[in-house]
């Protein structure tokens, strides 16, 4: 059973910065694919970044802004964003892709959701 549990977040001014982290905890053995998303009001999910081994992607909207990074070892991913703008205020979310053993002893995988925390850019 795996679960991800998101915190960091908040509100910030215009120009800010902030980090969010997302843990993964429980029977895994191995994490495919981290990555971050972010939906605003009235809009649909938009992927922000995400991290493969050790290639990271972003959106054209954070590109330069966002850095994405993990810790293996605590099974942790991060979202550093800086020069924070209005735009970027959403609901983020972690989403990740885990391989673990099933009742079976077989070789599972899942994808799975954080809970989303909010991010507010105002001033």
């Known amino acids: 059973h795996v679960q991800l549990v998101e915190s960091g977040g908040g509100s910030v001014q215009p120009g800010g910065a902030l980090e969010l982290s997302c843990q993964a905890t429980?029977?895994?053995?191995?994490?495919?694919?981290w990555g971050w998303y972010r939906q605003a009001p009235g809009k649909d999910r938009e992927l922000v970044a995400t991290?493969?081994?050790?290639?990271?992607q972003y959106s054209k909207s954070v590109t330069g802004r966002f850095t994405i990074s993990k810790d293996i070892f605590k099974s942790i991913v991060y979202l550093q964003m800086k020069d924070l703008k209005p735009e970027d205020t959403a609901v983020y979310y972690c989403?990740?892709?885990?391989?673990?053993?099933?009742?079976?002893?077989?070789?599972?995988?899942?994808?799975?959701w954080g809970q989303g925390i909010p991010v507010t850019v105002s001033s």
């Open positions: 989403k990740g892709g885990f391989y673990y053993y099933n009742d079976y002893r077989e070789t599972a995988f899942v994808e799975l």
């Open positions: 429980g029977n895994f053995f191995s994490i495919h694919t």
């Open positions: 991290i493969s081994g050790s290639n990271t």
